[in-house]
């Protein structure tokens, strides 16, 4: 920024009196080197214009001069990099920085254009990098109030009166909203006594939260709303470990928003100088920080709302014109206090003689509501140019809820058309412009909102529960002639020129290149022009072609005014062009508090089975399962992984193991279609699936792909419990709520999640039927008793002979040898796992990780969903037709049905046993013939030529390789083309330039006849 002299009061750092900062508290601060004072209660912004600083660096994209332009976060152009209490952070508004002691900030020329700054939340100095903390919370209202001016007090003061649990958020750090910008009185009272009325009587509701510095910046179903609190920044020795910004996720029973309007710009030649910023940014400058921002100011209007300002600009001591696009304002009144007012009149050029371009003039000329007189325009000087284009109510967290707009005409703006579901609109941002009619409005929103929460509390949601609707005050309190009556005329000048832009050539709309659109993306009305000549219509596709409205502002300042000059170039209703999307987040977010405390160890936390710390207690070597530590194997005197397995294996097979199966996806489905929904979900059938039994399923997805499989028990006619894989668990939960919501809503099914409630413990192997019988001697275990895939319900004895603890024994293999599944409350998971091991240990039981589990399925061809699969992958592939039902229709079973799905050709899951007995081969080797063998090889070793074509095709690939000690070999999964037909065929594995023959085998290749499943005679 640069000391510009035209500008400000001449005076910089007095103050004007009735401001709403403490002339008491001075605040030194650093700016590009330079050492500021300001006072409490200021901005960077505002401090910087007492200071006499207007501009604040160059254009991002044209490199042209900017001032600050807004007093809020639609400023375009004051960016900054500040640094407080060590933390930096880049492209800042200096609008909304809260000025506070120790502040350092470096505009966009002071930072220089190509440096590389820090990441958000880390030091400026690499030594020190002091990271900032954030935190997230959640939390509930009754309602939900977004804006602090005087509809949103006014609703939270109706609100909280009745009881309701009420959060009052606003993005400033004081309340009051527009009223903190002008001299009105409220209900009686001055502006700042009628607001801290207001806060003290909300403070005092028990049940009542206000939270200022929070921008609500996204809106989603549901009412739930996701804020950004800033809570350090403005503090002067902020205490120790409290976070910088939290990051609020709200759940609103009812919600109101009365997020206000915004000041719309002009669009004239040269309309982005420094000196040039909108009249109700200028009313914040001179009554909430009591700055006369100019001496000699010129104030271009379409409306009403700018005359109080140019009275008190004029009281001030400033030289003030009006010039008004109307013919016949309601001037009189200004004209008597030394105000000149130029009528039918627009602003076309501003004009500089500094060589920083700030303004000192300005050209106007007669308006007829379209162009203006060339021969008539005229010039006249000014250190201060004010726009006052009407305005915009803010109405991008009512789109972001796919609430409706409308194009009112009289009042010139897009307004909500009706709220959405559960939520009030009130004040500005309907489009009632005056104080009087916003708190109606306000009062009014809050009272029904807080009505309808206890209504509903009462009697359930209206959609559902039987008698009369809520009683609450229809409409808002204020009607559609109120509002336009109260607003008065407005004459919109959306282009300040003595032509429209016209013509297929660039160089016919030259002069509109200085026209600015979007002053953050340098956009002009000559590109928007550009991108109607290449055939955009639709308001979204000229955005795109040109950028306008994609900056951090999100179009508050840009997009009607660039509507308005694309109606006029086409010839079309502005309302029918309608506007541009808006989304989350209203205002920009940092990724640091979006991240809040999940980084580093946090950024994936670790989710603990109940055996956890026991298997520590036993040599344990975890592997990350998603997000699960899972015990991988149990290393004794100094085993590595191979020696570990190769025990652990023995003993499944041999005598008897137990592993921890907790993370497995469990998931309960109840409701009287419960067994019609799995049904349909599953490839097989479940509607004659008896009570008490299990049953393995395989699911797809729509294209008839396996996405995951598992066993389901059926507790009750209308309950299962359902098991997935453990890393596809979320998955399968949401692709079960997808089709339970979407698909088949008629459907009575209830969908739950209770991984985290049940451990799981299983014990398998030839001797686990006499540990089970030793854990539940009430319990008769013996083949005809308790057959494979059924469950019973027995007592387990708590430890410490407590109360008995009821578990669910199923009769589940995931190994092909006889197995059981132990299924308890989670907190009892430790103490089962010891009895198990405490009972098995005259039969030489071990614990056994998910390596000796994967050897192990994969030696009876039980594939990993995720591993042996990959989304292509059928249950024909897998060898598994037997489990597809061919009489009733399942999720995929049209595409199942497709030619293509059963073409011989296909990959299939089959084995491979290396002539190597002893080579494992690396999971993910491509296989190819044994004849393109020798071809493959020289062009990999550039020994010569290949005689067959380039590249050498692929027919499959490796999925899993094992050793196996029940075979004594080594051997593999792997899918490969007409693998079935190949059965008995050598192909070679390459992997790492190297060539290795293997046999195609049966993918089963351990205990094929299946005998081991119900125990191994004469040891069971």
């Not at 055996?611 to 520590?616: R, V």
Request: aromatic letters at 6%; a negative charge; charged letters at 20%.
């Amino acid at each position: 920024m640069t000391r510009t002299p035209h500008a400000n009061s001449g005076q910089p750092g007095t103050r004007l009196p009735g401001a709403g900062i403490d002339i008491d508290t001075p605040i030194s601060f650093e700016i590009d080197g330079e050492t500021i004072t300001g006072l409490a209660g200021d901005t960077l912004a505002s401090a910087l214009i007492a200071a006499g600083r207007t501009r604040c660096g160059d254009s991002l994209y044209r490199s042209r001069p900017r001032g600050i332009f807004t007093d809020g976060t639609a400023e375009p152009n004051a960016y900054v990099e500040t640094t407080i209490d060590g933390v930096t952070e880049t492209m800042r508004q200096a609008t909304i920085v809260e000025l506070s002691p120790g502040i350092t900030a470096r505009t966009l020329t002071g930072l220089g254009r190509l440096m590389d700054p820090p990441a958000p939340g880390e030091s400026a100095d690499p030594g020190k990098r002091t990271i900032a903390r954030y935190d997230k919370r959640s939390t509930f209202a009754d309602v939900l109030i977004v804006g602090a001016g005087p509809a949103g007090l006014a609703a939270a003061r109706a609100a909280a009166r009745t009881g309701a649990r009420v959060i009052l958020a606003e993005q400033d750090f004081r309340l009051g909203g527009r009223a903190l910008s002008s001299d009105e009185t409220i209900e009686g009272q001055p502006a700042a006594a009628w607001i801290a009325g207001v806060r003290a009587e909300l403070e005092a509701c028990e049940e009542c939260r206000i939270l200022t510095r929070t921008a609500v910046v996204g809106a989603f179903d549901s009412n739930y709303f996701v804020a950004v609190e800033s809570r350090r920044d403005h503090l002067d020795g902020a205490p120790a470990g409290m976070s910088r910004q939290r990051l609020w996720h709200i759940t609103a029973d009812q919600v109101v928003l009365a997020t206000g309007a915004l000041e719309r710009p002009l669009v004239f030649a040269h309309n982005d100088r420094p000196g040039i910023m909108l009249a109700s940014a200028a009313a914040s400058w001179l009554h909430r920080f009591g700055i006369l921002p100019g001496r000699q100011v010129t104030i271009a209007t379409t409306n009403d709302s700018p005359y109080s300002l140019a009275s008190a600009l004029a009281a001030a001591g400033a030289e003030v014109t009006v010039i008004d696009s109307r013919t016949n304002p309601a001037a009189e009144a200004v004209e008597t206090t030394g105000v000149t007012v130029h009528r039918g009149c627009a602003v076309t050029e501003s004009l500089s003689d500094c060589d920083d371009g700030h303004v000192t003039g300005v050209r106007f000329g007669a308006f007829d509501g379209t162009l203006v007189d060339a021969a008539s325009q005229q010039e006249t000087d000014c250190d201060l140019l004010l726009l006052a284009g009407g305005w915009t109510p803010t109405v991008h967290l009512h789109s972001q809820r796919r609430g409706d707009l409308h194009w009112d005409e009289t009042l010139s703006g897009f307004v909500p058309s009706t709220p959405v579901r559960d939520q009030h609109l009130a004040g500005a941002v309907c489009g009632t412009y005056t104080t009087e009619l916003c708190l109606t409005e306000g009062t009014t929103a809050g009272a029904a909102a807080a009505a309808t929460t206890a209504w509903v509390r009462e009697h359930g949601d209206p959609a559902t529960a039987s008698g009369t609707e809520p009683a609450t005050a229809s409409g808002t309190g204020v009607t559609d002639s109120q509002r336009r009556e109260a607003c008065g005329e407005i004459r919109p000048v959306w282009l300040g020129a003595a032509r429209l832009p016209g013509g297929d050539r660039a160089d016919e709309n030259v002069e509109f290149d200085t026209c600015f659109l979007d002053l953050q993306r340098d956009e002009s009305v000559r590109n928007a022009v550009r991108a109607i000549n290449a055939g955009m219509r639709n308001v979204e596709h000229i955005k795109r072609y040109t950028s306008i409205a994609t900056g951090a502002e999100q179009g508050r300042l840009s997009s009607v005014v660039t509507n308005g000059i694309i109606a006029q170039a086409l010839g079309a209703d502005i309302g029918e062009l309608g506007v541009t999307t808006f989304r989350a987040p209203y205002s920009p977010v940092s990724f640091a508090a979006l991240a809040g405390r999940s980084h580093g160890e946090l950024y994936d936390p670790a989710r603990l089975t109940p055996t956890h710390f026991w298997a520590l207690e036993r040599g344990v070597v975890f592997e990350d399962v998603g997000q699960w530590k899972r015990a991988r194997f149990f290393a004794r005197d100094g085993e590595d992984m191979d020696a570990a397995v190769a025990r652990e294996c023995a003993a499944v097979r041999e005598r008897v193991g137990f592993q921890d199966a907790s993370t497995l996806g469990k998931i309960e489905i109840r409701g009287a279609d419960a067994p019609e929904f799995l049904n349909r979900m599953y490839t097989n059938g479940f509607l004659k699936l008896a009570v008490g039994k299990g049953r393995y399923g395989l699911m797809c997805g729509p294209d008839g792909m396996v996405i995951d499989d598992g066993v389901s028990l059926r507790l009750a006619e209308d309950r299962y419990f359902m098991s997935t894989t453990t890393g596809n668990a979320a998955h399968i939960l949401e692709h079960l709520e997808e089709y339970a919501q979407t698909e088949w809503p008629e459907l009575d099914v209830t969908i739950t999640s209770v991984t985290e409630q049940w451990a799981t413990i299983a014990v398998a192997g030839p001797l686990s039927r006499k540990v089970i019988a030793k854990l539940f001697p009430d319990l008769d275990v013996s083949q005809d008793a308790f057959g494979f895939m059924e469950f019973r319900t027995a007592d387990l004895q708590a430890p410490g002979g407590g109360e008995p603890v009821q578990a669910r024994v199923c009769r589940i293999t995931f190994s092909g040898e006889l197995a059981f599944e132990i299924n308890v409350p989670a907190w009892y998971g430790r103490a089962v796992a010891e009895l198990v091991e405490a009972a098995g240990e005259e039969f030489g039981i071990t614990p056994y990780g998910t390596e000796t589990m994967h050897v192990l399925r994969a030696e009876k061809a039980f594939p990993i969903v995720g591993q042996d699969t990959d989304g292509t992958v059928s249950p024909h592939d897998l060898g598994m037709g037997w489990a597809v039902s061919t009489r009733k229709e399942f999720v995929g079973s049209r595409s199942f049905a497709r030619a293509f799905n059963h073409d011989p050709n296909r990959k299939h899951l089959v084995a491979l046993l290396p002539v190597d007995r002893e080579l494992v081969l690396p999971e993910g080797a491509q296989i190819i013939a044994e004849d393109d063998a020798p071809a493959a090889e020289a062009i990999i070793t550039s020994q010569g030529r290949a005689d067959s074509k380039s590249p050498i095709p692929m027919i499959g690939q490796v999925t899993s390789s094992y050793m196996s000690q029940a075979l004594g070999r080594s051997f593999a999964l792997a899918l490969v083309k007409g693998g079935r037909d190949r059965i008995g065929q050598t192909v070679v594995a390459s992997f790492g330039g190297r060539f290795v023959p293997a046999t195609i085998a049966d993918t089963v290749v351990f205990d094929p006849e299946n005998t081991r499943r119900d125990g191994v005679e004469g040891v069971s």
